[in-house]
């Protein structure tokens, strides 16, 4: 595990500003578990919203349920207001595919049907594989595909970012091929020249930017 080099404590006076912005008359903030509560809890205090804000949690609705079935204590929405009618502002510390959004706005849907669902986050890293976007997110960032990005709160309180790329993750060689003899013909898997993979267009390039 390594430090991301970036203020999660400067970010979040951006998000502050940002989610000020999208507030309505009666808006509940909700902060998907666990960062995105954290987040939440914060942010109810600064802007001096009244009551309590809502955490929600995605293990309900994922969508890999069936596959890796629920842990023990995994279910922590706890929404301590009325859904029904009222104007939502969910909170995320990190945007990536966009699945684990969709279900919290499924399990959100149980509770009542409300007058409208805004998503901001502290970071956007990109990689969505459903077309879900945040109305404000206080930072972009590329990451490898393999690397998980969370955020961490200290006993203080006060936010930091953690990356961790998983074991199997990381990058493996490729095994050694065996000599080949000097009289056997070299046979050259994939497509032959002048093909779509010759022309530069159609390589794949890591994005500089999101």
Do not use: C
């Not at 909170?91 to 959100?108: K, M, P, W």
């Not at 595909?145 to 969370?150: A, E």
């Amino acid at each position: 595990m390594s430090s991301l080099l970036l203020d999660a404590e400067a970010l979040y006076a951006d998000l502050l500003a940002g989610v000020r912005m999208l507030l309505q008359p009666g808006s509940a903030l909700v902060g998907i578990w666990s960062g995105g509560a954290w987040l939440a809890e914060r942010l109810q205090r600064d802007l001096k919203i009244d009551g309590e804000h809502g955490v929600i949690s995605s293990a309900l609705h994922r969508d890999d349920f069936g596959s890796r079935g629920m842990a023990a204590g995994a279910d922590h929405t706890r929404l301590p207001f009325e859904v029904e009618g009222r104007h939502i502002v969910l909170i995320d510390d990190v945007l990536f595919t966009g699945r684990t959004t969709r279900a919290v706005i499924n399990e959100l849907f149980d509770f009542g049907r409300p007058a409208s669902v805004t998503l901001a986050v502290l970071v956007d890293r990109g990689g969505r594989e459903l077309p879900i976007q945040p109305a404000f997110s206080a930072a972009r960032v590329a990451l490898p595909r393999g690397q998980r990005l969370s955020l961490a709160r200290d006993e203080a309180g006060r936010f930091s970012f953690d990356i961790r790329t998983p074991p199997d993750a990381l990058e493996k060689k490729p095994p050694a091929q065996r000599p080949r003899r000097a009289d056997t013909p070299a046979v050259h898997r994939g497509p032959a020249q002048g093909g779509a993979d010759a022309d530069p267009r159609h390589r794949g390039h890591l994005p500089v930017g999101q």
